[in-house]
């Protein structure tokens, strides 16, 4: 079987140093804030091109906090809206609805699978306040008409880039494109971490403060209590590990878009529509290669038969989810025609040139 993911492979890459980072946390007797976080955490601004990097526990703490910050700090209040792409992952949505904001949904582009950019503007209203951008599947998603647009209706845009880590738009890399954004190093994401983990990367010195305090009880110092807080904190164990793989994230991108750009190039199948290689300044880091296919089903039963292990990303849209009943009656063909019909092939960075030709061709005979 040809594994969607090997972590476990992915992981022995950096056995010994990462075992010894394990081993000296575990020695050293100090397992939440100690030199470990704020060693990834500069080293993530770094990388990112930011001047604040505060590590929190997952992704979706992590633009939980954002909003939270926002309604604290007064920029927002609840019931604001919040433009959001209807077919992301539910993370995005409930970390919006979870600070009593108002999820207001906008089909993505069926080529590139992010928000329609041009169809944001006849949904803003007086109460919305954000643009919460995702980088889906590892592709990025901006563009100067979007700046002019957060500029005009005063919108803060926020990233999710849960799945674009190191990818770059104009040189500038995701997560220093905007306002402040938001990473996860779930154990599967092109940066994971052994457990979860998660980020917010920001310019903007009062929001970071405000965040690291929220996600520590409120507090800056111990037993100190200026606002309300959760804990919501990256702890040393998966900072040591996160540190280890930053180095190698780079090459790991390039590896997935070699076997992007090979899959492009090999599979050739009127039945499948590939996702498009990026055209312009936006680059794609491939966290996911998601192919389209009306008999979806069909073919990763058949691939499932041929040896190949397949996901659906994702089977179910926000706005059908039985978690959000209210919003059961909208209706975004774009975004229900995707769901019915992505598949998303192995991309694993450690795919041998023999498991790319098996899946190819198993492809191009379906
Ligand atoms: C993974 C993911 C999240 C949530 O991250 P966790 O660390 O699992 O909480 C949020 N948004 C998107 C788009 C994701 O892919």
Redesign the pocket.
Known sequence: MIKFLDLQAINLQHKDEIEEQLLKVFRSGWYISGTEVKNFENNLAAFVGVNHAIGVA???DA?RLIFKAYLQLGVMEEGDEVIIPAN??I??VLAVSDNRLTPVFVEPDIETYNIDISKIEEKITPKTKAILL?HLYGRVVFSEALIALAKKYNLKIVE?N??AIGATWNGIKTGALADVAAF?F?PG?NLGALG?A?AVTTNDAVLAARIRAIANYGSSKKYINDVMGVNSRLDEIQAAVLHVKLKYLQHENEARQKIASHYIQAIGNDKITLPQMPVNTAEHVWHLFVVRCEKRDELQTYLEDNGIQTLIHYPVPPHLQQAYQSFNHLHFPITEKIHKEVLSLPISSLLTADEMKTITDTLNRF
Do not use: E
């Open positions: 997952n992704g979706l633009i992301t992952f993370a995005s995702v999710d849960a799945q996860s779930y994401k979860d998660g």
